[in-house]
């Protein structure tokens, strides 16, 4: 009865902890990934506005995180906040006038690029690009 009770909260807290994951998202215009915590490190891939991640950890000023690939990079923490952000993770994505498929698509777009979210209706999320393009995705779309 003991390790189930044990097993039990061991569980709790490991999902528990999964699900407070901090989500931030690049605040500036561009941002450099390093490959460690500081300026020494080389930069591994820059990302644009609204680029969203989780947090991993934190040290000195700089943010560990994972993105929606996956991927590890350190960024500095003047350079992010809290913001709702998505980026789309399928290859073709239609950006409509409003939410529905029955709306007419403003523009497609590729995998991987972050938007910020404006609105919600449903499973659809009004979302604003860093050029200033705007549009409605749905949600399965997008991480």
């Given at each position: ?37 500081g ?7 820059k ?30 923490d ?16 239609n ?31 009004n ?17």
């Amino acid at each position: 009865m003991k390790s189930c009770a044990l097993v039990t909260f061991l569980f709790l807290v490991l999902c528990s902890a999964t699900a407070l994951a901090e989500r931030l998202a690049i605040t500036g215009s561009i941002a450099n990934i390093r490959s460690g915590p500081g300026t020494a490190h080389d930069v591994i891939w820059k990302v644009q506005q609204y680029y969203p991640f989780e947090v991993i950890n934190k040290e000195g000023g700089w943010i560990q995180f994972r993105d929606f690939e996956n991927d590890v990079g350190w960024v500095h923490d003047s350079l992010t906040g809290k913001i709702q952000t998505v980026i789309t993770n399928k290859p073709q994505c239609n950006i409509r006038q409003g939410p529905g498929s029955q709306h007419e698509i403003v523009f497609t777009v590729e995998n991987g690029v972050p938007f910020k979210v404006l609105d919600r209706k449903g499973d659809w999320l009004n979302i604003e690009h860093a050029d200033g393009d705007r549009g409605w995705i749905h949600s399965s779309l997008v991480w």
